[in-house]
T-cell receptor
Framework: SQQGEEDPQALSIQEGENATMNCSYK?????LQWYRQNSGRGLVHLIL?????REKHSGRLRVTLDTSKKSSSLLITASRAADTASYFC?????????????FGQGTRLTINP | DSGVTQTPKHLITATGQRVTLRCSPR?????VYWYQQSLDQGLQFLIQ???????AKGNILERFSAQQFPDLHSELNLSSLELGDSALYFC?????????????FGPGTRLLVL
């Protein structure tokens, strides 16, 4: 089963609006990462937030982490058409004695011009 | 461009066949990961190598195998292919393979099994 679950599965907004995506996970983590994937292409790393951090910013991106609720959110402000993509959260999980990243199912974001 | 290269970009083959996917990590990265992305299963971790040694195994089928060579490139071998193996296969690399490392993804190989 997936460690991270994104919500919503799909989101469609107008250009210029803010987009918020959420991720919930099941077990304790050391860090959580967000990735973007343009249609049919490889994933691109956006931001990493550590378990002892509550908020992190990178340009128009703002990520929050609430370890008590086992959830994170990704906010994209002033959205642009180029932000149209799928967004995945990834959490580290201990598997067979090694740490690995487990990806959620993703949120498909569409920015309408 | 992430610096990770994958070949081929597209592959069309028949059931029962065997294919090899190739990945070259970013310069300096020692760890390579393989993922399978399909519509119904999402992005699934298959296997990780670090400096030539297997480090972690995920949902990799016994029909699949991988290795990392001394020059750090990696190959994913898929055999006795089934229709359900049709998917995008991604390779990613990171410097040392730790969980706090950013993974850099290649453009993927799109496999279609007919």
């Amino acid at each position: 089963s997936q460690q991270g679950e994104e919500d919503p599965q799909a989101l469609s907004i107008q250009e210029g609006e803010n987009a918020t995506m959420n991720c919930s996970y099941k077990t304790s983590i050391n860090n959580l990462q967000w990735y973007r994937q343009n249609s049919g292409r490889g994933l691109v790393h956006l931001i990493l937030i550590r378990s002892n951090e509550r908020e992190k910013h990178s340009g128009r991106l703002r990520v929050t982490l609430d370890t008590s609720k086992k959830s994170s959110s990704l906010l994209i402000t002033a959205s642009r058409a180029a932000d149209t993509a799928s967004y995945f959260c990834a959490t580290d999980a201990l598997y067979q004695g090694a740490q690995k990243l487990v990806f959620g199912q993703g949120t498909r974001l569409t920015i309408n011009p | 461009d992430s610096g990770v290269t994958q070949t081929p970009k597209h592959l069309i083959t028949a059931t029962g066949q065997r294919v090899t996917l190739r990945c070259s990590p970013r310069s300096g990265d020692l760890s390579v990961y393989w993922y399978q992305q399909s519509l119904d299963q999402g992005l699934q971790f298959l296997i990780q190598y670090y400096n030539g040694e297997e480090r972690a195994k995920g949902n990799i089928l016994e029909r699949f195998s991988a290795q990392q060579f001394p020059d750090l490139h990696s190959e994913l071998n898929l055999s006795s292919l089934e229709l359900g193996d049709s998917a995008l296969y991604f390779c990613a690399s990171s410097v040392t393979g730790g969980p706090q490392q950013t993974q850099y993804f290649g453009p993927g190989t799109r496999l279609l099994v007919l």
